[in-house]
Each structure stands twice: as structure tokens, then as C-alpha cells.
């Protein structure tokens, strides 16, 4: 009979503290919530490039430049601002949590 898997106190420590799962709980919606925004916004632009040309190839005033330019911008764009909030929120919120956890783990 094999011997069982040991777990490190260390782990056992943080997986009982109340702290480390209020973080995997906020760090989990933060992140669903982020990807179906980023999903809705990129699958939507696809949706009109394949179900409305027409809308998208409308000129923006005299110009040759038509709508579907700085849609797409606007996609790439809310991509940066996305990333950038959970980068701010992960290095904040999450790190911050991450250090109480490891303290009082390490106690």
C-alpha cells in the first residue's frame, strides 16, 4: 500500500483560513465577470462584421473611413482599459489579501 499524500502544513494553513477563500471567491467573479464582458464586446463586433456589413461599411462624414474603423478601435481600446482594471485590482485587492494570508499562515 503506497503512503498517503502529505500535505504541507503551510497549505493545510492557508486553505483554512477564511481570508484565502474570500480571495479565490473574488478573484474567480472578478475574473468571469471580466471575460464575458471582453466576450460580449469582441463576439459582438464579430456579429456585426458577419450579420450587418452595411452598418459597419456607413462613411464617417466625407471622408472614406466608415464606422466599422473606429469600432474596432473601440474594441482594442476597452480590451487595454480592461486588462488595466484587473491589473490595478490584482495588484491591490489581491496582493493585499495574499500578504494577510501568508502572515497569519506563517504564525
Known amino acids: 500500500m503506497s503512503d498517503p499524500v502529505r500535505v504541507d502544513p503551510m497549505v493545510a494553513k492557508i486553505e483554512a483560513n477564511p481570508k484565502y477563500h474570500e480571495l479565490r471567491r473574488k478573484r474567480n467573479t ?16 464579430i456579429a456585426l462584421i458577419a450579420f450587418n456589413k452595411p452598418f459597419l461599411a456607413q462613411p464617417i462624414g ?46
Do not use: Q
Not at 86 to 100: F, I, K, M, S
Open 30 to 45: 472578478f475574473g468571469w465577470t471580466m471575460t464575458a464582458l471582453m466576450m460580449i464586446v469582441y463576439y459582438g463586433y
Open 62 to 107: 466625407a471622408g472614406v473611413t466608415s464606422l466599422g474603423i473606429p469600432i474596432g478601435l473601440g474594441v482594442i481600446v476597452f480590451t487595454i482599459v480592461i486588462t488595466g482594471i484587473y491589473v490595478r485590482r490584482a495588484n491591490g485587492e489581491y496582493d493585499r489579501l495574499t500578504t494577510e494570508i501568508l502572515k497569519e499562515a506563517s504564525k
